[in-house]
């Protein structure tokens, strides 16, 4: 609900006077390590004081964090996407709240970030980089007041949660085989337990509520769960049409791509999975191998908005009768708008990018 006010506040006080140029975000995006260095390098001086025991405890965090924040901005200054930006605000928010970081930290964070901006970049490109930040900054309280809406897991996609943490990979399978047997729909093994548990996983890691290690121990072991699934009911289906799938260049999470990979083999598809981080010449060498009928890029994170745009380009250049949709977490609010427009689909979900695939093709 807070979300929702802080976005009609932004629109009706200062949306509409928010005017980035092209010039400012370069100025912007070559400046961004030296930027992101200072702004470092400043609560590095500052983690060892002892009032700042929760700074030092998660300095490793909160530098990637800050590495993240400055990608994501770069995005928001280029396609003007002032919604995500108070969407990502909060999240951010909420990943340092739950480890014990409070509105100081974030007040001085942007606070450092808009003296890092002054240092390296001049009026007028610097003034249009840290009006937002100065709207945010004075709107810290409210989003530190904000409440999460509290999530519940379906029953079975709870167990399955409970024996994925204990490393009981057997009575998981079982789980989802008779699952499966019951609903008799590999959707509804995919919607009602696969991406549940996912989802429940990142919420509960942002949150701090379990470490990168249980993290890694419940994706490891979902993964061997839905590749065994799916290789005993549909490795031996007749593979029709091809379709290449792949990560905007940059995302490191491939999990949701990867399972879309399944899903759509299952469906009779024919399917080159690249996978996370491949850059974009390596994407472009790999579809001229394959010539597929159509390509479908995830998207998890609006920082990488920039990078997708790049390589739909390419791909407009390279093969014109390419059909190309796009899918994952970056498609809500503004960023979903812009990615409509550069690429043939969007798809909200498996189903429809199934659909969305058979009727472009």
Known sequence: MRS?????????EV??????????????????????ALVNEKFKLEAPYPENQALLHNLDFLLDAHRYFGEMLVAVYQFQLWDNFID?????????????????????????WMIALHSYIKPPEVQELTRPLQWLFSQVQDLFQAKEQEVVLPPKAAELLHLLFRNDREKSEALVNAFFD????????INQLFLPVLSEVGRRWRENHISVADEHLVVANIRAIYQIFFKARFANKKQEQNVTICCA???????????LSLYLESKDWDVVFIGHSAPEDEILRTLYQNTPL??????????????LNSLVQKLRDHFPALKILAGGGALRLQAKAIIQGLVDGVASSFEECHKLLNKMV
């Open 294 to 307: 159509a390509v479908v890029l995830s998207i998890t994170m609006i920082s990488h908005l920039p990078a």
């Open 182 to 189: 019951e609903q008799n729909s590999v959707e509804a093994v």
């Open 88 to 112: 990502e605000a909060r999240w951010y928010v909420q990943s340092i709240r739950s480890r014990g970081l409070d509105e100081r930290y974030f007040s001085q964070m942007l606070r450092t």
């Open 249 to 259: 260049p940059g995302e490191e999470h491939e999990i949701g791509a990867e399972l």
């Open 4 to 12: 929702t006010v802080l976005q009609t506040k932004l629109r009706s």
């Open 15 to 36: 949306k509409e006077h928010w005017q980035v140029s092209a010039t400012a975000v370069q100025q912007f995006r070559e400046t961004l390590p030296n930027l992101l």
